[in-house]
């Protein structure tokens, strides 16, 4: 889920910003435009961890602005099908619940949900079993299956069961 990686990018710097600090300059909108982003081919980057090179300068004519080559490593978060997770459930409706891995958003559909598991509606929106002994609600913790995989260019969506083995509830907020 979690990967160190290695890669590039053109950071194009203004002028204004030259001088004494142009080093310290240029990692910080580096860590501004790229931290918290998605890129379908590498997952989530989660942190910049370090500056391996930065190349030289190529002024753009007409601006005045400069594109550096900077390379860097940095901390991504790429899902894939078949990995257990475990997440915090956001949102609980009779279509399922979502969950949150991280920076990974896990949408559970009540098809795969436990059939013993019934959707409770009221003040609380949540799935219980029939003798009451377990329940999803919103803050509850699960352990899931990813089974699903869409990767587009700037997000990535997955789909999750418990429907199986040593999977489900692990911690319920309001001890139930």
């Not at 300068?57 to 099908?81: A, E, I, S």
């Not at 919103?138 to 069961?161: N, Y």
Request: hydrophobic share 40%.
């Amino acid at each position: 889920m979690f990967f160190h990686v290695v890669l590039e990018r053109n950071m194009q710097l203004h002028p204004r910003h030259f001088g004494r600090h142009l080093r310290d300059n240029l990692v910080s909108k580096l860590m501004k435009d790229v931290e918290g982003t998605c890129s379908g081919r590498h997952g989530f980057v989660v942190a910049i961890t370090g500056i391996e090179d930065i190349g030289k300068g190529l002024m753009r004519d007409g601006t005045g602005t400069v594109t550096f080559p900077v390379k860097y490593q940095c901390v991504v978060c790429r899902p894939f099908k078949g990995e257990i997770l475990e997440a915090v459930v956001t949102l609980v409706n009779k279509m399922g619940f979502f969950a949150e891995a991280g920076p990974v958003q896990i949408f559970v559909s009540n098809r795969l949900i436990p059939d013993d598991m019934e959707f409770q509606s009221g003040d609380a929106l949540n799935y219980t079993t029939s003798d009451g002994s377990v329940k999803i609600q919103k803050e509850s913790e699960v352990r899931l299956k990813i089974i699903g995989i869409r990767v587009d260019a700037t997000e990535i969506f997955c789909i999750g069961t418990i429907k199986d083995d040593f999977l489900g509830v692990i911690n319920d907020p309001t001890g139930a």
